[in-house]
C-alpha cells in the first residue's frame, strides 16, 4: 500500500463547554467499572461480544499493523479446560512462585489460586499479541506491539463496560498453555484472559480496589 490522505472521514469535535462536560461524564462512568470475580452466568449475547472486539480492533496500532487477535470462548468445556490449567499455574504462584513481595502485595486484593470464574462467565476472551506477522508463509516485523495490544485491550475493557458488562483482568503465569487450548501459532503470545458477564448478586469488589491516585500523583502540567 502507498500513502493517500483521505478528509477526515468523522469529527466529533465540541465546543470548549461541551468538551469539558463530556470529558467529565466519561471520567466518571468510568470511575463506575469494577475488576469484578463473582459472575452470573447469564447468558450475553454473542453479537454483543463481536461488537466490543471490534472496538478494540478500531484502536491505533505501530504502523497499522493490527498486532492482535481475541479468541472468543463460550464453550463449557474449553473454559473449563482453561481454568483447570490456569489454576496449574495459580497454585505454583501461590506456593511461592510469585515472591514474597509479589504476594504481599495481591494480599489487599483477595485473590488466591481458585478461578471460578473462568468458567461461571458466559464468556472468556482470550487476547493474543502478534509477535510478528506471516503472509505468504514469511515473517514480516510489527512494530510496538506491546504498546498496540495494550491500547486494544483498554478500548475492549472500555466497551465491556460500555455494553453494561463487567470483566475481569486475568494474567496467569505462564500462558503458553493458551497457544495450544486456543489453536493460535507460535507467533502469538497470550497476554490476558478476560471473563465477561453480569456480575453475580452480591458480588463484591475489594475494598483496596477503589483506592485511586489522587490527580495530583499521576499528572504533571508544564
Not at 76 to 92: G, L, Q, S, T, Y
Not at 177 to 204: H, Q, S
Request: charged letters at 25%.
Amino acid at each position: 500500500m502507498s500513502y493517500r490522505p483521505l478528509a477526515l472521514p468523522d469529527r466529533v469535535q465540541l465546543s470548549p463547554e461541551r468538551s469539558l462536560e463530556a470529558a467529565r461524564a466519561f471520567r466518571d462512568y468510568m470511575r463506575r467499572r469494577h475488576s469484578v470475580r463473582d459472575f452470573s452466568d447469564a447468558p450475553v449475547d454473542p453479537a454483543v461480544i463481536e461488537a466490543c472486539i471490534e472496538a478494540a480492533g478500531s484502536a491505533p496500532s505501530g504502523a497499522n499493523h493490527q498486532p492482535w487477535h481475541f479468541v472468543a470462548i463460550a464453550d463449557p468445556a474449553m473454559k473449563a479446560r482453561i481454568r483447570a490449567a490456569a489454576e496449574e499455574e495459580e497454585r505454583a504462584f501461590y506456593a511461592g512462585g510469585g515472591g514474597d513481595e509479589w504476594l504481599a502485595a495481591l494480599e489487599p486484593v483477595g485473590t488466591g489460586p481458585d478461578k471460578p470464574h473462568l468458567t461461571i462467565a458466559p464468556w472468556l476472551i482470550v487476547a493474543f499479541a502478534q509477535r510478528y506477522g506471516l503472509r505468504d508463509d514469511r515473517r514480516h516485523k510489527h512494530y510496538y506491539v506491546p504498546e498496540s495490544v495494550g491500547i486494544a485491550c483498554g478500548m475492549l475493557i472500555a466497551a465491556i463496560h460500555h455494553a453494561g458488562l463487567v470483566t475481569l483482568e486475568h494474567t496467569p503465569n505462564p500462558m503458553k498453555f493458551l497457544n495450544d487450548l486456543c489453536r493460535r501459532p507460535e507467533n502469538e503470545k497470550p497476554v490476558m484472559i478476560l471473563p465477561v458477564g453480569l456480575p453475580a448478586e452480591g458480588a463484591t469488589v475489594p475494598a483496596a480496589a477503589k483506592v485511586k491516585k489522587p490527580l495530583v500523583d499521576i499528572m504533571s502540567v508544564f
